[in-house]
């Protein structure tokens, strides 16, 4: 049975609505994802960029993201066919990890915890694809790395692409 790793924020969970959000309360800012198209929240406020990369650290910060539309179905459907490993960089927000864990046993609980990795570097997972919205994590990856679409990575090429959990059903089960 062929592996399929996922990453999880902004792949099953959606990390830059909140992240967005409370950096749109606390600034009185009305920015949106599209104001993200190519970059990230504290690149294009860089005056304010310890203060955003500050609410990830929040141990709570992972714990009430929102599912991605479709990802609970489809990752239901491609563990049929395939073996599949969640696969999350925890290591740069270690505060992340039990609201990370508590979060995927509560959105996806027909995976098994065994499948859960909490991971730096994700050239380390043995898997045959990697859905990942970060493509520094193709680099060292031995398998086919798939880009989830995300407002940072919108100009990033030289990478099969998935814009949303319908294509990635339709890429592993056409």
């Known amino acids: 049975m062929k592996r399929i790793a996922i990453d ?3 792949v099953i969970a959606n990390f830059h609505k909140k992240h967005i959000n409370l950096y ?16 990230r929240l504290w690149e ?15 141990p709570a910060f992972f714990r009430d993201l929102e599912v991605m539309k479709g990802s609970q179905e489809v990752i239901r ?3 049929k066919s395939f073996e599949i490993f969640i696969t999350t960089a925890a290591m740069e ?3 992340s990890f039990t609201a990370k864990y508590e979060w995927l046993k509560e959105h996806f609980p027909f995976l098994s915890e065994m499948h859960f990795v909490f991971c730096g570097n994700k050239s380390i997972i043995h898997a ?7 493509p520094r994590h193709f680099k ?3 398998g086919e790395g798939i880009l989830f679409s995300a407002p940072h990575n ?10 949303n959990w319908e294509e990635v059903r339709e890429y592993f089960l056409k």
């Open 140 to 142: 060292d990856f031995k």
């Open 24 to 39: 749109n309360v606390e600034y009185n800012e009305n920015l949106t994802e599209d104001d993200l198209s190519g970059t």
């Open 93 to 95: 927000h270690p505060n």
């Open 77 to 79: 459907e491609l563990s």
């Open 8 to 10: 999880m924020d902004e």
């Open 44 to 58: 294009i406020r860089p005056n304010d960029a310890d203060d955003i990369l500050g609410y990830v650290d929040d």
């Open 128 to 134: 045959d694809y990697l859905i990942d919205d970060s």
């Open 154 to 163: 919108k100009y990033e090429t030289g990478y099969v692409r998935v814009e």
